[in-house]
């Protein structure tokens, strides 16, 4: 009854919104910056055009800012022109009468000032935004997380589109980036490293259900495959550079969602009317517990709730000030079976009780230079985690016993000073220092019957810290050639370990073609709990076998070439190779264990001593057709042929359960403009097709003595799951009236209802290898009003 209410609501707000302002003559305001991409200096005298029409174009001033008034809603493009400068296009903007569009564009200084005036449209866009990352990033925006199907505004789930990544599983927004596991992404934020930001996470993981960072709080970010700039450390395979948007200063706006997965609630505008000081919040509070009909939950109730912000104060002496902030709440609870003995075969009667709490808030100040800036980051974050695992017995009149008992209190401090001078057009030189400094509380207990009573697998506390440092340079030979090196140096003082890590990379502009070559060595640290592992041995003897783990690193090459198509297309082909090495394994030639297959530190409370023998390679080949958005159409088609593998501690050779050898995702969308570019209707598709994960064959007699699942030896990920399948789909239907833009969006993931294979078990009630599979059809609806 309470859904059938909600989409009543939702469908008599849209309805009444279509009937109101039949004015069909909309238009807005479209403002920003310009800055030097180089020296972040705001550029003056830049003309600002909209491409439909000339006549409408407004200037910068002296600080970079503009203001173009009379813009008609729907698709704008608008062109950027200074003399002495790279002409920049932005196309394809959407412009609604809610919200006015922000537009902060970078704009590099031409080396040869007599050549030819170039255009550089969405090339650079594309490609990210860091200046100095020479191949495999790929910048992304607002608009472009929250346009693809299935994304749900999730910057995770809509990076799993790009070439070489793919979806884990369907239960998490996981990405496999190149072969690697999911565990080694990284999240920063607004320049500092962040902990895992998603919702229903795990100990040591990168996923969760849902990202706490909302899109719509989102500025224009960066995301990176291989091969990182030298400031990018503490990382092996993806990374997220998030930057969170600042408020509108012109006027107040707001915006508020209902759908039937919870609330959201965002406003944003100046603290003081004509002032460049600003106020952005964005708060969500959601239930998946409504999509029960639809979503198999096992029973498991959960709810959520995340706010990010951001204050901006930016003064004329004392430069730039920015106050920032992610939270996330999160729990879910299952009570166990009321009666085990009525379970039918693979039903687990288990109860749970899961509560997690994520905060980071931090303070950014940029001092700009006559021809750079120096930016400092300070912020904290503290993450709890509570789990808690019964079962009832049926041979004790279903009484609820423990099984298992964890928690995580982290508290972390982080500092970082970047500085950046602009040489002269030919030469830009950055260099910066960062500090994180970790107090920590582990305790995780396994409850045992043969002796009674709780077995501690970790129980400490203490700190950590990491320090990390780099260089780099970049030198323009030309307009068409760009070489970057640098360095980046870490240390880790839990285990007194350092690494140094040579960067370079080389591209090479010719028209519509564009060359690049990059290599460069990575390090990361593992969690905390890694370390922590404790063993007790004879009941008196304990001992931390993992406390002399190396950091994992890896060495990454990569080979790009990308070439300009008609119709706005581009074609882009990447071959990589990774090698990976100092890789923490299990301690046993019988054992087929290494961190490479890990996703979260579930596997490793279970496991002998590790050491770090282990290597792993990762190589293949990455293939994108892409057409940005523009004459209401857009495609992305993209294929992976590659090969992920590890070894083991004896050295044997097996694929990586996430050697799926192939990988292939098509997204597309189209608009329809109507009445005047007042109602705009929308469609977006998503195919997915790639190969099964790997999993090791289960050895069922084994298995049937010891109770429990056990894989044949020395066969391990040696079989191929069924290959994968997904369709998702959205439409979506907006409405402009004066004062707001109304928007009713329906967003279907699995259309097809497809079951994916996820893993295989042995279950010890039948004696058989049963199948576990993933999620099927979720539907989703959403009406969402952006006002002023």
């Known amino acids: ?111 040869q000032q007599l050549k030819e005036v170039s255009v550089t449209a969405s090339r650079n866009n594309l490609n990210g935004k860091n200046e100095f990352a020479g191949v495999s990033s790929r910048g992304f925006n607002m608009e472009e997380t929250k346009r693809y199907a299935a994304a749900i505004a999730d910057p995770a789930r809509m990076a799993s589109n790009f070439p070489g990544v793919s979806g884990s599983n369907d239960m998490n927004n996981g990405i496999v980036v190149r072969g690697n596991s999911p565990r080694g992404v990284s999240y920063r934020l607004e320049g500092v490293d962040i902990p895992n930001p998603n919702h229903y996470s795990k100990l040591g993981g990168s996923a969760g259900a849902i990202s706490m960072l909302n899109a719509n709080a989102l500025a224009q970010s960066d995301f990176y495959t291989a091969a ?64 029960r009909r639809f979503l198999d939950l096992k029973g498991i109730v959960p709810n959520y709730q995340d706010l990010s912000f951001k204050l901006h104060f930016p003064t004329a002496k004392l430069g730039t000030f920015s106050v920032f902030g992610v939270g996330g709440i999160n729990n879910a609870k299952k009570d166990p079976a009321a009666d085990t003995s009525k379970l039918t075969d693979g039903e687990i009667g288990y109860g749970m009780r899961n509560k997690a709490y994520t905060g980071i808030a931090g303070i950014s100040h940029q001092y700009q230079l006559p021809r750079g800036y120096i930016r400092s980051v300070v912020a904290v974050s503290r993450e709890i985690s509570e789990q808690g695992v019964d079962t009832g017995i049926a041979a004790l009149n279903n009484l609820v016993l423990p099984l298992k008992r964890s928690r995580l209190e982290q508290h972390t401090l982080s500092a970082g000073t970047t500085y950046q ?98 290599a460069g060595m990575h390090s990361k640290p593992e969690h905390i709990a890694t370390y922590q592992l404790k063993k007790v041995y004879k009941e008196s003897t304990v001992i931390y076998p993992n406390k002399k783990l190396d950091m994992t690193r890896a060495l990454h090459a990569v080979a790009g070439y990308e070439v300009s198509l008609p119709y706005k297309m581009r074609l882009k082909a990447e071959a990589y190779y990774q090698h990976l090495y100092r890789v923490a394994v299990e301690a046993d030639s019988n054992s087929g264990f ?66 799926r050898r192939f990988q292939s995702n098509l997204v597309a969308g189209k608009e329809f403009n109507l009445a005047n570019n007042r109602r705009i209707a929308g469609v977006n598709l998503k195919l997915v097709y790639s190969g099964g994960l790997k999993e090791s064959p289960v050895d069922v007699e084994r298995s049937k003595a010891s109770g429990k699942t056990e894989y044949i030896r020395d066969q391990y990920f040696t079989k191929s799951g069924p290959a994968y399948f997904r369709t998702d789909a959205s439409v979506y239907y907006k409405i402009n009236n004066r004062q707001a833009t109304h928007t009713l969006q329906l967003d279907v993931q699995n259309l097809s209802d497809h079951r994916n294979h996820y893993y295989s078990y042995f279950d010890p009630k039948s004696g058989q290898v049963k199948a576990v599979d993933q999620l099927g059809i979720i539907p989703s609806i959403s009406y969402r009003i952006d006002f002023r």
Not at 241 to 266: M, P, W, Y
Not at 599 to 619: H, I, K, M, P, Q
């Open 421 to 518: 001078t602009k040489i002269n057009a030919n030469n830009t030189f950055r260099t910066g220092i960062s500090m994180q400094h970790t107090d920590y509380r582990l305790d995780e207990k396994l409850f045992q019957i043969d002796p009674l009573g709780w077995r501690m697998l970790v129980d400490d506390d203490g700190h950590t810290s990491f320090y990390q440092g780099y260089a780099q340079w970049k030198h323009r030979a030309s307009d068409r050639l760009t070489i970057i090196g640098g360095m980046h140096f870490s240390h880790f003082s839990f285990t007194n370990r350092f690494s140094a890590e040579p960067r370079l990379s080389a591209s090479y502009y010719a028209g519509k073609h564009t060359f690049s070559l990059a």
């Open 1 to 111: 009854m309470k859904r059938i209410t909600l989409l009543l609501s939702i469908l008599l707000c849209f309805a009444a919104a279509a009937r109101a302002d039949k004015n069909p003559a909309l238009v807005q305001t479209v403002h920003g910056k310009v800055l030097d991409a180089e020296s972040s200096q705001g550029i003056p005298g830049v003309i600002v055009v909209l491409d439909a029409d000339n006549n409408r174009n407004a200037m910068t001033d002296s600080a970079g800012y503009f203001e173009l008034t009379g813009v008609p809603v729907g698709r704008q493009s608008f062109r950027f022109i200074l003399t002495g400068y790279e002409t920049r296009l932005l196309p394809e903007v959407m412009i609604t009468s809610g919200k006015m569009a922000e537009l902060n564009v970078s704009m590099k200084e031409t080396v």
């Open 228 to 291: 990182f700039p030298a400031e990018i450390g503490n990382s092996l395979s993806g990374v997220f550079d998030l930057k969170l948007r600042t408020g509108n200063t012109a006027r107040a706006e707001h915006s508020v969602q209902i759908g039937t997965t919870g609330f959201e609630f965002a406003t944003e505008g100046a603290f003081v009317t004509g002032g460049k000081a600003s106020y952005l919040f964005n708060y969500r509070y959601s239930n998946p517990a409504l999509l």
């Open 594 to 659: 290494s961190m490479l297959n890990v996703e979260n530190l579930t596997a490793v409370t279970e496991t002998r001593d590790l050491v770090s023998d282990g290597t792993g390679r990762n190589y293949g080949l990455d293939l994108s057709l892409e057409k940005p958005f523009s004459n209401n159409y857009y495609f992305l088609l993209t294929g992976s042929l590659f090969r992920s593998e590890y070894t083991n501690y004896a050295g044997k050779t097996f694929s990586t359960r996430y050697d």
